[in-house]
């Protein structure tokens, strides 16, 4: 839009140097006569070339205008469906959910794993800085960053693996993700306990960010668990490199398609979905019509308790 419009600017005062020209030039050799003559010309000229610049900025103010109320009245409709389709899908299902990057831009995602039913028993967040560090040395990375070895130790807790996952900390022996909040290099909020059933990684694309996430994924596969790596609109290496490690993942978490996915994922839809070439589809379509079962891949979690408590 602000090239069309720059567009025409320069178009418009390109028209008005030419003929400016046109006329000095005309009027010096041809007498005052034909300057005269040439400047009605040329006010004729602009003001048909103004009306038509008034015309096409009209136009393009009502595209602009109406592709804004399509775009709220799309908006208005997800809002308004997107409960309907995933009310119900992961009642009681624990999740521990990890993000990798901005944690400004998961609370639409957060909030519907809320709407399913889903407990989120523990959010642990994982700044850029940090995650630098998994895949380059703490030198390069600074000292706020994670190796790879702290992010399998988080990981490996966060999935309930504690073996191994404990650490030299000051005075005492801590837990991975305790020793890790202490020193700033991450947040953590909620609880350990009870163990959760699927671990959600969500990554802002930076560099490092696609170790971290396939390192999370594999450790909590390792101890059992579900795991879904997402990532907001478009396509980028933390994606390619989870789907490369056989890990389910959701392209647009942070739009209303790709918070469906997710949480049809980890109903037990494993896959990926997306917008991208890469994707099985947009979302998964295996019962996204049917009531949400008490059944289900989850459901033999759920009655088995989930693992340790």
């Given at each position: 839009?602000?090239?069309?419009?720059?567009?025409?600017?320069?178009l418009?005062?390109?028209?008005?140097?030419?003929?400016?020209?046109?006329?000095?030039?005309?009027?010096?050799?041809l007498?005052?006569?034909?300057?005269?003559?040439?400047?009605?010309?040329?006010?004729?000229?602009?003001?048909?070339?103004?009306?038509?610049v008034r015309?096409?900025?009209?136009?393009?103010a009502?595209?602009?205008?109406?592709?804004t109320?399509?775009?709220?009245?799309e908006?208005?409709?997800?809002?308004?469906?997107?409960?309907?389709?995933?009310?119900?899908?992961?009642?009681?299902?624990?999740?521990?959910?990890?993000?990798?990057?901005?944690?400004?831009l998961?609370?639409?995602?957060?909030?519907?794993?809320?709407?399913?039913?889903?407990?989120?028993?523990s959010?642990?967040?994982?700044?850029?800085?940090?995650v630098?560090?998994a895949?380059?040395?703490a030198?390069?990375a600074?000292?706020?960053?994670?190796?790879?070895?702290s992010?399998?130790?988080?990981?490996?807790e966060?999935s309930?693996?504690?073996?191994g996952?404990?650490?030299?900390?000051?005075?005492g022996n801590?837990?991975?993700?305790?020793?890790?909040?202490?020193s700033?290099?991450i947040?953590?909020?909620?609880?350990?306990?009870?163990?959760?059933?699927?671990?959600?990684?969500?990554?802002?694309?930076?560099?490092?960010?696609?170790?971290?996430?396939v390192?999370?994924?594999?450790?909590?596969?390792t101890?059992?668990?579900?795991?879904?790596?997402?990532?907001?609109?478009g396509?980028?290496?933390?994606?390619?490199?989870?789907?490369r490690?056989?890990?389910?993942?959701v392209?647009?978490?942070?739009?209303?398609?790709?918070?469906?996915?997710?949480?049809l994922t980890?109903s037990?839809?494993?896959?990926n979905f997306?917008?991208?070439p890469a994707?099985?589809s947009?979302?998964?379509?295996?019962?996204?019509?049917?009531?949400?079962?008490?059944?289900?891949?989850?459901?033999?979690?759920k009655?088995?308790?989930?693992?340790?408590?």
């Amino acid at each position: 839009m602000g090239q069309d419009y720059r567009h025409l600017a320069l178009l418009s005062m390109a028209v008005f140097l030419a003929l400016g020209l046109g006329i000095l030039l005309g009027g010096a050799v041809l007498g005052p006569d034909f300057l005269a003559t040439q400047q009605d010309k040329a006010i004729s000229q602009l003001t048909a070339e103004l009306g038509r610049v008034r015309q096409s900025l009209a136009e393009m103010a009502a595209a602009q205008s109406t592709a804004t109320v399509d775009l709220e009245a799309e908006r208005s409709f997800s809002r308004a469906v997107l409960p309907l389709l995933v009310r119900g899908r992961l009642e009681g299902v624990r999740l521990a959910v990890v993000l990798l990057g901005d944690d400004r831009l998961y609370g639409e995602p957060l909030e519907t794993l809320g709407e399913a039913g889903a407990v989120v028993t523990s959010v642990t967040t994982v700044p850029h800085s940090a995650v630098a560090g998994a895949a380059a040395s703490a030198a390069l990375a600074g000292p706020r960053s994670l190796d790879a070895e702290s992010v399998t130790a988080m990981a490996a807790e966060l999935s309930g693996g504690v073996a191994g996952a404990r650490t030299e900390a000051g005075a005492g022996n801590q837990s991975a993700i305790e020793a890790l909040a202490r020193s700033g290099r991450i947040k953590f909020t909620g609880s350990l306990e009870p163990v959760p059933q699927a671990i959600v990684v969500m990554v802002e694309e930076r560099a490092g960010a696609e170790r971290a996430a396939v390192l999370l994924g594999e450790v909590a596969l390792t101890g059992g668990l579900q795991v879904v790596v997402g990532a907001p609109a478009g396509e980028g290496e933390a994606l390619l490199a989870a789907r490369r490690a056989g890990l389910s993942t959701v392209e647009g978490v942070d739009q209303a398609y790709g918070r469906v996915a997710l949480v049809l994922t980890l109903s037990g839809q494993a896959g990926n979905f997306g917008r991208g070439p890469a994707s099985d589809s947009l979302i998964p379509l295996d019962g996204l019509l049917d009531q949400p079962a008490t059944g289900g891949v989850l459901e033999g979690i759920k009655g088995q308790g989930g693992g340790r408590q």
